[in-house]
Nanobody, 121 residues
Framework: QVQLVESGGGLVQAGGSLRLSCAASGRTFSSYGMGWFRQALGKEREFVVGISKTGRRTNYADSVKGRFTISRDNAKNTVYLQMNSLKPEDTAVYYC??????????????WGQGTQVTVSS
């Protein structure tokens, strides 16, 4: 069992930056691929970015390439999402996810509770 707790969401103006963190419980964090998803109001949850268990491989949605950066610190059981050049369309609840395959591409085994990101125009 892995518990994921996100933090770092908030309100930011367009063009600004936020850094999300996801702290994981358990000793096996380094065996999980990790990722971030988001869900805007009235829309389905969508994939944003994934990272392999070693951190060597990442996979970004086209909508965030060049603006968002995922990283992980296995010693701290934490994955990060640095979001730059934020746009109003990035407004959503952001969810941290863990996959047991270790590649960061799913399927998702565990979800965090989500953190709200709001980008004002």
């Amino acid at each position: 069992q892995v518990q994921l707790v996100e933090s770092g969401g908030g309100l930011v103006q367009a063009g600004g930056s936020l850094r999300l963190s996801c702290a994981a419980s358990g000793r096996t964090f380094s065996s999980y691929g990790m990722g971030w998803f988001r869900q805007a109001l009235g829309k389905e949850r969508e994939f944003v970015v994934g990272i392999s268990k070693t951190g060597r491989r990442t996979n970004y949605a086209d909508s965030v390439k060049g603006r968002f950066t995922i990283s992980r610190d296995n010693a701290k059981n934490t994955v990060y999402l640095q979001m730059n050049s934020l746009k109003p369309e990035d407004t959503a609840v952001y969810y941290c996810a863990a996959d047991q395959m270790g590649r960061g591409t799913g399927p998702v085994a565990y979800w965090g509770q989500g953190t709200q990101v709001t980008v004002s125009s």
